[in-house]
């Protein structure tokens, strides 16, 4: 074999080399490229921008400033999201739930068509995509531009540069800190993301604790709960500002048990050394203002839109079903909710969020309009919804809170809703990328369970405090 | 050999900077393969976009791209599919994204290899170009970000720097899409051979080494004549890298 006559010979200049060949070499082509960039480049003057760029490191990269910034940046990002996206929510929820639902439905009775296929189609399938359009865009629409204008000026591997050392405490990859604020934005295209780590075994570290930052999917949950239950307990003018407050404590709670889970795993399923990296900071560049605006809209916005809305049109299809067939005297929805309500009580939830959680698993997007119908339904509040299974208009977040205390919340509820919607399990695009990318069963489902385990006890020992103390 | 044609209009820049067409994701029947390498955050994504029209996310940070992106455009009745490669810092160690760049430089055999370099950090990103040199013969050096550079004052001579590398330079500024004319030229003269390259080879290291890189490169050369890179395998495999001494046991670099 003409191969092996190759290996061989290599083999055998191998010993005659001895070690340091790796060495030699990178030593080798780090010289050649001094000498011909010596030859080329000319420097003139101060570099006053690479001064600035500098400067601007040494604070947001200092050890007493660099965390107060990065959570100030982010509290910012989020109150700007949440104040700006009440005014469009209204609007849509006025068009799409006030104005063309209605005229949907009298065109369909209009028309003759069969009151369950109306029911099915407007009340199920149209009413779970406009709930997910009016609920989402506004949010997704001024979050991810903002979130996107940060990273295009290079603020993004500072923060990397900034949680480094707590990551390496944690037995992880420092590169895992870039993973996690992917992860901000999309599970999935954080955990595709830990691509860019070398050793199998941080990378896992990171695709198993990707599930804790908070997804888009999830910042919409808790922005809504975070503005009806504990803005509320605020004067009207300090509401955004404490409701973003809850919201990052929630987001640094995630980011809290990325690092806990990262040092369990690292200590127990993933032992091993942890691997140093170069992190290059690039240069402040000045971020091209409504380009970045037109593509994070076009890429990020519509695409992840997109993406709820498929998920949504089913099971706007389910819910409607579980609310419409019945089992002996009580309609699916109403029997399952019955059922779980024992559990949920354990967790300071209840059986309707639960449920909510189960219809939802393919998309966190519409957690809250499956809860928020499925608690009108089985209270059986007088005045408001239309009907069993359908996804009816709230005018504002006002309404909203007043049906949800109308279905038995309390503040432990919103709360522990909070912290269920941070731990628990993945959606299933986040699942399926998690299982294309490990190809491993056993991974999955650690990933899938384990954040589901973390949030049972979470909100256990959540509710059983809270009702001890009040 | 190519035609190469003749007539005023077409030997003008002008004329065809005009004759781009942007075909998007539409790659099929490629004549040429290009592939996109360097290091991260040098624009890499930008320049893509520029060539094939296509929206690619482009970010301030390394690492962004982490699989293939795909693109293609016509130019001069030629179509190009263009690989955009993840960015890495070096070809040496193993981490997936640069298994991914290295794979496709040296087993998907591109007709030009496109090297976009940060122009104000050369020096850092020339250990890039030089150890995919030793890979590939056809390959352009797009001197990326020369806007961020001149800012910086700092001056590159590009005669002297296509020299000592042996491979055409063009300086561009992505983002504003200057230079990417000239660019599209030169991919296009170097892919047809219009223009001949004559890459710089790693120069300073001990001798008895250089011996046996040497010795084993040409003793793959005697089995395999046809294979452009023997240096570069004789070098990783010097260095005991496991995915090259397999595909020299499977002869995944020969297959034509």
């Known amino acids: ?470 | 050999m190519q035609k190469v044609t003749k007539s005023a209009c077409d030997s003008c820049e002008h004329h065809n900077a005009l004759g781009l067409k942007k075909l998007g994701i539409n790659i099929e029947n490629n004549d040429y393969v290009v592939a996109l390498a360097g290091n991260p955050n040098t624009g890499k994504s930008t320049v893509f976009n520029a060539l094939t029209g296509l929206k690619q996310h482009t970010g301030n940070w390394p690492g962004k791209t982490v699989t293939r992106a795909e693109g293609g455009y016509s130019y001069s009745d030629k179509k190009y599919k263009l690989v955009d490669l993840p960015g890495t810092y070096s070809l040496l160690s193993t981490s997936q994204d640069e298994e991914v760049a290295r794979n496709f430089i040296l087993f998907g055999k591109p007709d030009v290899t496109l090297i976009v370099v940060d122009a104000s950090r050369l020096e850092r990103n020339l250990n890039l170009v030089l150890q995919i040199l030793e890979i590939t013969n056809k390959a352009v050096l797009c001197l990326n970000l020369m806007d961020e550079a001149k800012r910086m004052d700092i001056e590159i001579d590009e005669r002297t720097l296509a020299r000592d590398l042996g491979i055409p330079v063009v300086p561009t500024s992505a983002r504003s899409k200057e230079g990417i004319p000239e660019l599209i030229k030169t991919i296009h003269q170097v892919a047809t051979g219009e223009l001949k390259c004559k890459p710089h080879r790693i120069k300073n290291i001990p001798k008895h080494i250089n011996n046996a890189v040497e010795k084993l490169s040409s003793e793959i050369e005697k089995e395999y004549p046809t294979i452009p890179n023997s240096r570069w395998i004789a070098l990783r495999l010097l260095d005991g890298d496991e995915r090259i001494i397999e595909a020299v046991k499977t002869g995944e670099f020969i297959t034509e």
Request: glycine letters at 8%; proline letters at 4%; a positive charge.
């Open chain 1, 1 to 470: 074999m003409k191969t092996n006559k190759i290996l061989n010979i290599s083999n055998d200049l191998r010993w005659q080399i001895g070690e340091g060949f790796h060495d030699k070499l990178t030593e080798g082509i780090y010289s050649d490229a001094a000498q011909i960039a010596q030859n080329s480049v000319q420097k003139k003057g101060q570099q006053k921008r690479f001064r600035f760029d500098r400067n601007l490191d040494k604070i947001v990269t200092s050890k007493i400033w660099g965390f107060p910034i990065m959570i100030f940046i982010l509290s910012f990002v989020l109150w700007l999201t949440i104040i700006g996206a009440n005014y469009p929510s209204g609007l849509l929820s006025e068009l799409l739930l006030n104005t063309i639902q209605p005229w949907l439905k009298t065109s369909a009775e209009s028309l003759g068509i069969n009151l369950w296929v109306s029911g099915f189609l407007f009340d199920g399938v149209y009413l779970a995509l406009a709930w997910v359009i009016a609920v989402m865009l506004p949010p997704m629409a001024i979050f991810f531009p903002l979130f996107t204008l940060l990273e295009d000026f290079g603020y993004l591997p500072r923060v990397a540069f900034n949680l480094d050392h707590l990551f390496k405490k944690s037995g992880a990859h420092g590169k895992q800190a870039l993973t996690m604020s992917m992860g901000f934005g999309c599970n999935a295209a954080g955990v595709i993301a830990t691509r860019i780590i070398d050793s199998p075994r941080e990378r896992l570290i990171a695709i198993i604790t990707n599930n804790f930052s908070l997804c888009n999917g999830r910042w919409p949950t808790q922005i809504l709960i975070a503005s009806i239950f504990i803005g509320a307990l605020v004067p009207a003018g300090f509401a955004g500002a404490l409701s973003a407050f809850a919201v990052i404590s929630i987001a640094l709670l995630g980011i809290s048990f990325t690092f806990l889970v990262s040092l369990f795993l690292s200590k127990t399923l993933l032992k091993g050394e942890v691997s140093s990296f170069t992190l290059e900071l690039p240069p402040y560049r000045p971020p091209r203002f409504w380009k970045t605006i037109y593509t994070s809209l076009i890429d990020r916005t519509l695409i992840v839109l997109w993406r709820a809305c498929v998920f949504a049109a089913p099971a706007g299809a389910v819910i409607w079903l579980i609310s419409n067939v019945t089992i002996g005297d009580a309609t699916v929805a109403n029997w399952l909710i019955v059922h779980l309500d024992g559990f949920g009580f354990l967790l300071g939830l209840n059986g309707v969020i639960l449920l909510a959680y189960i219809v939802a698993i393919p998309a966190n997007e519409i957690v809250i309009p499956t809860i928020l119908m499925l608690t009108v339904m089985s209270a059986s509040i007088a005045g408001v919804g239309e009907g069993n299974g359908v996804m009816f208009e709230i005018e504002s977040a006002t309404a909203t809170g007043e049906i949800l205390k109308a279905g038995g919340w309390t503040m432990l509820t919103a709360i522990n809703l909070m912290l269920f919607s941070l731990l628990h399990n993945p959606c299933s695009t986040t699942i399926y990328t998690i299982y294309k990318e490990t190809k491993s069963v056993k991974w999955t489902v650690v990933a899938s369970i384990l954040p589901l385990i973390l949030g049972f006890i979470v909100t256990f020992i959540v509710a059983q405090v809270w009702r001890i103390i009040f």
